[in-house]
């Protein structure tokens, strides 16, 4: 009657009987007290199996069996490999149930040593050529990450099945060995075997990436071939394969395209436009799915929260966390719980965040993390706080605690606490296990102006070093104005062999600019060139901005009109300031109105570019005009290279007297630079007063900087006023201020050769001044007269 009722889906019946027979004194034998052991551990209900099964005499295999799947089942794996240790112990002997079920308990724990011990008792008991057997053991050591061993079992194996080529595919797919499952598929096929959605399902999430985008959809091509793209499993593996793959429009057409959409088939497309940063499709499917009423799940929330922290939505992440407070995933779900620290945080409401982390009932270290991370770009002191709480609680910081707290890092004044993580990453073992700490720490020396400690420290990583690595220390020293060690740290990358991306030679690049080195930008564009490197458009815009700035135009504009995508304003600005800095005035303001066509905005730096053309040229409409429009249209705030730029437009044609009402109506305290650049001017015309005014304000503000008084002497030298020019130099005396020689550089070969106004010391001096002699007379000869500076010839 027992098994009667369990057949026909009545297990609740069937427990009902049997507690009867035991009230009635009727001793169950032991096949009605397995089956009903099994149903107790259907039902979840293990505490009663457990008693039962301790009630019996002498438990069979199939007891054994019932106990050991039933515990692994319900994620219980240590107690379903105790009670295989018992059964060993009481002398029954294991069947291919019983190997199966051990071994999907050790794959949880990953426990590879006892896994070994199960493996060589398959063998004593020869069912290590069983296909069930043999497929457990290779889904055991494909999660213990012993992929060599699982592919020695499958050769091992001469009888095989579709399960079996599953389970190894599955293994290398886990592990993201794409072309190892590309030729087992290949094999599986030529050996006769047809390919079911596991195994479909199996190759596309290994294919869920960029470099096999071509490939998943040759395999898209068969799937609908072989009539399995209605089924549901590999419709959602689709889905995932084109959204981490980046081809979000495939993605969706296949989304469109399921039928009965299940909560992974939503996951998959929301993840997927979270990740390539289209966070309001992402939020517009987000609420599709809810229309259709399916409740989020711990993913589809995460990821919705992760979209919120990106966009810095605060009040759409406030809905969400109530939402997730109605389905109970705050604190049933670790992953949403971190997920909603995260988006508090990153929206500035740490409080909030740290409200949501003393809810939990459960923390784990990637929730402490996600605080963690929070406070240390606003408070460094509470997130070394919440570090020595994590400790306390017996949590094991990883290397993204230490990530996040080297990244607050960011000068001479927490440079000690940055030696003291340092120390603690060390001594955990962490320094070499993950890239992005080894960053951390060498932007943490860098920030710190400790270029000589970050070189030692970079030269302590393994070999072969990442390209990341390498961009961080180049760029490091860039950033610090080592361009010279720069340089030589990106020949020794090119040396080592290592692989340059855009972030390397976009950095390169940059050192090219502030060297003037033309010779070497050239080097570099060829090397991106010969090696095939794509040209986005970051690469181009360096490219472009390093040819202007070192003076080469032409090269600059070729690339700018070969780039085939100008979809950021950065790519813009390059050529347009490029054009304005070497007088192509006209240039740099045609580029501008095509840019306006292609509907791309300009920033600040766009008007910086085009007002200097206009100063270029003595548009001074036109330059007004776009001032306007830059702070009237564009809500753009005027910098202090905005106004210069003004000053020196309206000063350099004439337009004084408007140039210093414009200063004066400033809304910011005009600096240096402003009043500098209108003294300039006065100098160009020869206003005296303006003049005047200009250098008080100069001088007050920099009362040690020459080159005010330098400006204003000239200004007097050229009207004749000899008298205003001595009472400035008697001045500059009384202050103690004094006037630097002027000086020159020329390379001649490998040496630069160094020449200071009244200074003899060179050693090919007289040979100098014997060629200048002689050129000073063919001059003269020619009619020549140079101009001397009356008051700055002999030094103050």
Not at 352 to 369: F, G, I, T
Request: hydrophobic share 40%.
């Amino acid at each position: 009657m027992i098994a009667g009722y369990v057949q026909a889906g009545l297990p609740e019946a069937a427990v009902e009987v049997f507690e009867k027979m035991k009230k009635l004194g009727c001793v169950p034998d032991q096949v009605a007290s397995v089956t009903v052991i099994n149903v107790y551990v259907g039902l979840g209900r293990l505490d009663e199996a457990c008693e039962l099964f301790a009630q019996m005499q002498k438990p069979n295999v199939v007891a054994w069996n019932v106990m050991i799947s039933g515990h692994a089942k319900r994620g219980y794996e240590a107690e379903a490999v105790n009670f295989f240790q018992r059964m060993r112990k009481s002398g029954v002997k294991s069947s291919r149930s019983t190997l199966g079920s051990v071994l999907s308990a050790i794959s949880n724990l990953a426990a590879v040593d006892f896994g070994l011990i199960i493996h060589a008792e398959a063998i004593k008991q020869g069912l290590d050529s069983n296909v069930y057997v043999g497929s457990s053991l290779i889904n055991m050591y494909a999660k213990c990450e012993k992929m060599e061993y699982a592919k020695k079992v499958f050769d091992s194996l001469y009888e095989r099945n579709v399960v079996l080529w599953n389970a190894l595919l599955g293994g290398y797919s886990q592990k993201g060995y794409a072309h190892e499952v590309v030729e087992l598929f290949s094999d599986m096929k030529n050996s006769g075997f047809d390919a079911d959605d596991f195994t479909y399902t199996s190759i596309l999430s290994s294919f869920a990436c960029l470099e096999y985008l071509e490939m998943g959809r040759q395999l898209h091509a068969l799937i609908i071939k072989k009539k399995f793209a209605s089924n549901l499993y590999v419709g959602n593996a689709l889905v995932d394969m084109y959204a981490k793959s980046g081809a979000l429009e495939e993605a969706r057409q296949q989304f469109e395209c399921i039928r009965n959409r299940d909560n992974v088939s939503w996951n998959a497309i929301i993840v997927g436009y979270v990740q390539e940063g289209d966070n309001f499709e992402a939020f517009n499917l987000f609420q599709r799915m809810n229309s259709f009423g399916i409740a989020p799940d711990e993913v589809s929330s995460a990821s919705i929260l992760s979209a919120c922290a990106s966009v810095q939505g605060l009040n759409q992440g406030r809905q969400l966390h109530c939402l997730s407070v109605k389905t109970g995933l705050e604190t049933s779900s670790i992953f949403v719980g971190s997920s909603l620290i995260d988006m508090y945080a990153k929206c500035g409401a740490i409080g909030a965040a740290h409200k949501v982390l003393s809810c939990m009932p459960q923390r784990n270290v990637v929730s402490m993390n996600a605080l963690i991370a929070g406070y240390a770009q606003n408070n460094l002191k509470e997130a070394a706080l919440l570090y020595q709480e994590m400790q306390a609680e017996g949590l094991n910081p990883n290397d993204i605690t230490f990530t996040s707290l080297l990244d607050a890092c960011d000068g001479a004044e927490t440079f000690n606490l940055g030696i003291q993580i340092h120390g603690l990453v060390v001594k955990r073992g962490l320094l070499f296990d993950d890239d992005f700490l080894c960053i951390s720490l060498l932007i943490m020396y860098m920030n710190s102006k400790r270029n000589t400690d970050a070189s030692i420290l970079f030269k302590e990583f393994p070999n072969p070093k990442s390209t990341v690595l390498w961009t961080a220390i180049i760029s490091g020293h860039i950033q610090n104005d080592f361009i010279e060690e720069a340089l030589q740290f990106y020949q020794e990358m090119h040396r080592c062999n290592v692989l340059h991306d855009q972030a390397t030679f976009v950095s390169v690049l940059r050192a090219c600019v502030v060297l003037s080195s033309l010779r070497d930008g050239t080097e570099i564009h060829s090397l991106i060139f010969h090696t095939g490197y794509d040209l986005d458009e970051l690469t181009c815009s360096a490219l472009v901005d390093m040819y202007a700035k070192c003076g080469d135009v032409k090269s600059s504009a070729q690339v700018f009109d070969e780039m085939t995508k100008k979809d950021f304003v950065i790519s813009w600005n390059s050529m347009i300031v490029g054009f304005a800095k070497n007088g192509y005035t006209e240039d740099a303001l045609k580029i501008f109105d095509e840019m306006k066509q292609t509907n791309v905005i300009p920033d600040d730096v766009t008007f910086l570019g085009v007002l200097t053309a206009c100063s270029h040229t003595g548009r001074v409409s036109e330059g007004r005009h776009i001032f306007e429009t830059m702070v009237n249209y564009y809500g753009i705030q005027p910098r202090v290279d905005h106004c210069s730029c003004m000053v020196d437009l309206l000063g350099r044609w004439g337009l004084l007297k408007e140039a210093e009402e414009f200063i004066n109506k400033l809304t910011f305290e005009p600096d240096a630079k402003i009043w500098g650049t209108l003294l300039g001017a006065c100098g160009i015309h020869g206003d005296d007063i303006r003049g005047r005014r200009a250098a008080k304000k100069l001088i007050e503000l920099e009362p040690e900087n020459t080159s005010s008084y330098v400006q204003l002497s000239n200004i007097y030298a050229a009207l004749g006023n000899w008298n205003e020019v001595n009472t400035l130099r008697r001045e500059m005396r009384e202050k103690g201020v004094k006037k630097l020689p002027g000086c020159s550089w020329i390379v001649v070969g490998q040496k630069s050769n160094l020449f200071v106004a009244g200074d003899t010391s060179h050693p090919s001096a007289a040979n100098i001044h014997a060629v200048l002699k002689d050129l000073t007379a063919l001059m003269k000869k020619d009619g020549y007269v140079h101009e001397i500076d009356s008051f700055w010839h002999d030094e103050v």
